[in-house]
Structures are given as structure tokens and as C-alpha cells.
């Protein structure tokens, strides 16, 4: 997929961030749209299906937080990248952003060329990604690589991008405990940089989804599936 291919859409209420960013993206060769706000946000994502979605958190009307949980409850939207730009860099707005759903958290002041890096980084995920077109059966999880698709039992669950990635690769190989560092370059890559709490992050909701005794947790190490 090339970057004509790939669109984003840009939401801020801050219309030279909308002005600055959109230009760099666009002269990236990218299909930028833009919103103000997070409701404008939500209808436009629903009727552009974009592929990266950049989010401010404080905005008017709905915030970027709601915004991002109303967009992961699309399924047609279950996929797409969701990465937070925002001024707001205390822990507990990053682990927010996390809890609602988004795959990274960029705050500002950010450089327009980095930026950019960052976006190509995220975006180098959906068109160089590789799924296994096969169907994999752990105990009483089956993991459906084509579909993104998890059945816990007789339970069909649909993950978002980042958890089903987490999962699969932990479940990959039962009992082998994945350094926190190796699932960080695997399932978010080494160019993009996000903190080791998105790590535990994305384990309490798989706790929470699958069930708490599947993973494991080894201190100071990683985590590991266990049957």
C-alpha cells in the first residue's frame, strides 16, 4: 500500500496545529481530512475509514478520550491506528489514552519532521504487515490470524489491533517468558515510542477479556501465556 493510498484524519481544535500538520502529512503524500472536535471526529472517521487516526485530548463538545473509545466501538474502525498528540503528558492522560484504546501517545511540543517520522512508523505497520493465514488452537483458545478474531470457549471476542497482536505473540510459544523490551520492538516496533506501561496496560484488558490466570507475570522481566 502506498501513501496515496493511506489516509489520516487529523483532529484539533487548534486550527494552526490542523494548518502545520496537515501540510506536512499532505506534503508526505498522505490523504489528510480534519475535524475540531471529537464528535466531528467520530462521524468523520465512521464515514472516511481512515487508517491513522491523530487525536487531541482537550477539545470542545466531546474530548479526545470519548472520542476514542466511541471509535473503537465501530467494528469497521476496530483496526485502524489511534495515536493521541497532545500537551498532556502526565502519567495518568498517557494511561488514559491507553485505557480507551489508543496504540501510541505523541505529546507536543512536537517537531513537524518528527512528527512525520512517527506517523510513517505507525503507518509502516498496515502496509508492510504480515498475517498468517492460518488458525491457531491453544487449550481452549483458538486464535483466527485471518480474521482477528479470538474464540475463549464457545465465546467469540474481537480485539483491537495492539491487544490481538500482544495475545498472538504471547501465546506463540506457551510458557516462554517475552522480555518486556522484545514485545515492545514486536508488537509496537522500534521506531515508535511508547512508554513500558502500554505493555501492562494492554495486559490488564486481555486479563480482563480472556482471563486473568492465562498470563503471567515475571518480575522484572516480562510476561508469559500460560495454558
Known amino acids: 500500500m502506498s501513501k496515496n493510498d493511506m489516509s489520516i484524519l487529523l483532529v484539533d481544535d487548534d486550527p494552526d496545529i490542523l494548518e502545520i500538520v496537515s501540510y506536512n502529512l499532505s506534503a508526505e503524500g498522505y490523504q489528510v481530512f480534519t475535524a475540531e472536535n471529537g464528535i466531528e471526529a467520530v462521524k468523520k472517521a465512521k464515514k472516511k475509514n481512515p487508517d491513522l487516526i491523530i487525536l487531541d485530548v482537550m477539545m470542545p463538545e466531546m474530548d479526545g478520550i470519548e472520542a476514542c473509545e466511541q ?19 502526565e502519567d495518568y492522560s498517557q494511561m488514559a489514552g491507553f485505557d ?18 512517527k506517523v510513517k512508523a505507525l503507518l509502516r505497520r498496515v502496509s508492510s504487515e504480515e498475517i498468517e493465514t492460518n488458525i ?23 480485539l483491537p489491533r495492539k491487544e490481538f497482536e500482544l495475545l498472538s505473540l504471547l501465546a506463540s510459544q506457551p510458557g516462554k517468558v517475552f522480555k518486556r523490551e522484545d514485545i515492545l520492538n514486536k508488537v509496537w516496533g522500534n521506531e515508535v515510542i511508547v512508554g513500558g506501561r502500554t505493555i501492562d496496560v494492554h495486559i490488564r484488558k486481555l486479563r480482563e477479556k480472556i482471563g486473568d490466570k492465562k498470563f503471567k507475570t515475571v518480575k522484572g522481566v516480562g510476561y508469559k501465556f500460560v495454558i
Open 136 to 158: 491457531v488452537e491453544i487449550g481452549d483458545l483458538t486464535i483466527n490470524r485471518d480474521e482477528y478474531k479470538i474464540l475463549n470457549g464457545k465465546e467469540e471476542i474481537i
Open 100 to 117: 480507551a484504546g489508543a496504540d501510541d501517545y505523541i505529546t507536543k511540543p512536537i517537531r513537524p519532521k518528527v512528527l512525520v517520522s
Open 71 to 89: 471509535i473503537r466501538k465501530i467494528p469497521s474502525l476496530e483496526n485502524t491506528i489511534i495515536t493521541f498528540l497532545t500537551a498532556r503528558g
